[in-house]
């Protein structure tokens, strides 16, 4: 992702926002969920290999959360924009309304910034499962399990390397 700051009506200069680099926004261009092999997706001891059915269902959710994703940022930027603009109104405002604002400006910044980091995630996994390495861990490159990637399909480290990572 790249970061573009744009000017608005006003001739200020907004707050950055996050337009996609051409790689990631062709992995939703990409080949899609036809183009995948499940054959070819791993999947652990005594789990059952997945299906064309399963492959197409989890490339279509992750398809509808970059959607939503991208509208949840456009809205935030927009809130962000207001909020900017909105803060140089209040000359005569007392500590509490000051605060307040700051309390929201703040709020909208991190709910924008956590829905540009799923995005990302989705994006990465919607590339995986249309490219190479989808299902396997980062880490130990063991296979993830279908449970999991199909629970949680931005998922890049199997359960016992992600528990090893959160007790870090």
């Known amino acids: 992702m790249t970061t573009a700051r744009h000017k608005t009506s006003t001739g200020r200069v907004a707050a950055p926002s996050r337009t996609r ?25 005594g ?8 492959v197409a269902e989890l490339h279509a959710e992750l398809i ?27 000359a005569g405002d007392d500590q509490v309304d000051a605060g307040t604002k700051n309390i929201s400006r703040e709020s909208e910044l991190a709910l924008a910034n ?15 499962l249309e490219g190479v390495g989808f299902g396997v ?5 063991q296979a993830i399990g279908k449970a999991r990637m199909q629970a949680f399909p931005r998922a890049t480290l199997c359960v016992t390397c992600k528990a090893k990572q959160e007790r870090r």
Not at 114 to 128: F, H, P
Not at 137 to 141: F, L, P, Q, V
Request: contains cysteine; negative net charge; proline residues 5%.
């Open 64 to 90: 509808s959360d970059l959607e939503r994703l991208q509208a949840e940022i456009d809205a935030s930027e927009a809130a962000i924009t207001g909020l900017m603009r909105d803060s140089n109104d209040g």
């Open 21 to 45: 680099t051409p790689v990631a926004s062709g992995a939703r261009a990409g080949a899609g969920a036809e183009s995948v092999d499940p054959a070819e997706l791993p999947v652990r001891t």
């Open 47 to 54: 789990e059952d290999p997945w299906t064309s059915v399963e």
């Open 114 to 128: 956590n829905a540009r980091d799923s995005l990302a995630q989705t994006e990465r996994a919607l590339a995986r």
């Open 137 to 141: 861990c980062e880490s130990c490159g």
